[in-house]
């Protein structure tokens, strides 16, 4: 079994900072994608940014140059620089990591920028 236990979210004044942590443990075999995804409400999740074991990365246009996505193999741990936040980043932040056997979800945090 994976476990997956984000923090780090939490209520922001647009312009400021947040960044979000997410620990993988348990049954774990060789992490490949490491990601995160966002939900606002009444809308779908979609993706934010993904980083490769190799460290290559990829970013939703919408965050492009704001956000920064970096990994800790070691601690397998996956990071999400949030800068210049705005209003349309309120959601809630789920974190992802595929290995050889698998997707796993963490259970979510809440981001809440406020305008």
């Known amino acids: 079994q994976v476990q997956l236990v984000e923090s780090g979210g939490g209520l922001v004044q647009a312009g400021r900072s947040l960044r979000l942590s997410c620990a993988a443990s348990?049954?774990?075999?060789?992490?490949?994608?490491m990601g995160w995804y966002r939900q606002a409400p009444g809308k779908q999740r979609e993706l934010v940014a993904t980083?490769?074991?190799?460290?290559?990365?990829n970013y939703a246009d919408s965050v492009k140059g704001r956000f920064t996505i970096s990994r800790d193999n070691a601690k397998n741990t996956v990071y999400l620089q949030m800068n210049s936040l705005k209003f349309e980043d309120t959601a809630v932040y789920y974190c992802?990591?595929?290995?050889?056997?698998?997707?796993?979800w963490g259970q979510g945090t809440q981001v809440t920028v406020s305008s």
């Open positions: 992802t990591i595929s290995d050889t056997r698998g997707t796993y």
């Open positions: 348990g049954s774990i075999f060789s992490i490949n994608v």
């Open positions: 980083i490769s074991t190799g460290g290559n990365t």
